[in-house]
């Protein structure tokens, strides 16, 4: 199953245009999953898309099971959070920094995703967006450090695979207004 997941993801990433995805490093202390995609609109667009998480993240991801209760915050100190229920919640990051520079936006968000969070990692979740002559550059990067006794490189490519889920439809987002 997890196969299928991770060939539709890829199959998203090619549609949306010249895209790449990969672990760039896993040892057992850590990993950095990178992905890069060009998407045909405005770098403005790409931006309003990226910190609209709840319009893209997958479902199937979420504590709650519905992405639409994610909410982003995009200041520094800003939760990227999950509310539900009865009082439910849950932080998945915490917003490090929001900056425009020279035309490139970056996102920049510290927290453990997932089953991440209770094994004490930290993770630092970047994104740039960038212009491009053919529309927008959307960078992500997630570099996740811990305990050598968690056996992070063996947990790397279960991460990729889902991080490359949620890039592929932050790519389509962007590109169609739709992530399916």
């Known amino acids: 199953m997890r196969l299928v997941i991770a060939a539709a993801a890829l199959a998203g990433l090619l549609w949306a245009g010249s895209a790449r995805a990969e672990v760039v490093q896993a040892g057992p202390t850590g990993f950095i999953v ?86 004490g990692v930290s993770g630092v979740l970047t994104f740039t967006v960038a212009p491009d002559p053919t529309g927008a550059k959307i960078t992500m990067t997630y570099r996740v450090a811990g305990d050598a006794g968690q056996g992070l490189e063996q947990l790397a490519p279960l991460v990729d695979m889902v991080l490359m889920e949620q890039f592929g439809r932050l790519v389509r987002f962007t590109a169609s207004g739709s992530s399916d």
């Open 34 to 119: 990178r992905a890069e995609s060009t998407v045909a609109t405005s770098p403005e667009r790409a931006w309003r898309a990226l910190v609209r998480p709840g319009r893209w993240w997958s479902s199937e991801h979420t504590y709650s099971g519905d992405a639409g209760r994610m909410s982003l915050d995009a200041r520094a100190g800003g939760c990227w959070c999950e509310r539900w229920g009865a009082g439910q919640s849950v932080e998945h990051a915490r917003v490090l920094l929001v900056m425009e520079r020279e035309g490139l936006r970056t996102l920049r968000l510290l927290g453990g995703l997932g089953p991440l969070q209770e094994m």
